[in-house]
Nanobody, 129 residues
Framework: QVQLVESGGGLVQAGGSLRLSCAASGRSFSSYAMGWFRQAPGKEREFVAAITRSGSSTYYADSVKGRFTISRDNAKNTGTLQMNSLKPEDTAVYYC??????????????????????WGQGTQVTVSS
């Protein structure tokens, strides 16, 4: 199994940027696809972005496409979510997660939180208007 720890959250003004990191330990990080999800108060957890095991393919929610970039460095066992042009509606707790998905799975699998067996504790992102 793999353990995940997020960092990089904080308070930022609308239009600003934040970079979230996800540090993995345990079983080889490159064996897992990685996803980012978020949950705002009173709302269900929602998909943000995902990346395949090798990093060759990425998937984004429509709400963040063009503003957020997901990446990973398997040599360093880390994943990142670069968030630009932040909006107040991006305020949420952000979670990184790992899943045993192959590149042959369609993007619908990557967007489903039920596919992810391992989760970090979350990091708060607050965007002020």
């Amino acid at each position: 199994q793999v353990q995940l720890v997020e960092s990089g959250g904080g308070l930022v003004q609308a239009g600003g940027s934040l970079r979230l990191s996800c540090a993995a330990s345990g079983r080889s990080f490159s064996s897992y696809a990685m996803g980012w999800f978020r949950q705002a108060p009173g709302k269900e957890r929602e998909f943000v972005a995902a990346i395949t095991r090798s990093g060759s393919s990425t998937y984004y929610a429509d709400s963040v496409k063009g503003r957020f970039t997901i990446s990973r460095d398997n040599a360093k066992n880390t994943g990142t979510l670069q968030m630009n042009s932040l909006k107040p509606e991006d305020t949420a707790v952000y979670y990184c997660a790992a899943a045993t998905l192959s590149p042959y799975h369609t993007d619908s699998y990557y967007r489903a939180d039920s596919q992810y067996a391992y989760w970090g504790q979350g990091t708060q992102v607050t965007v002020s208007s």
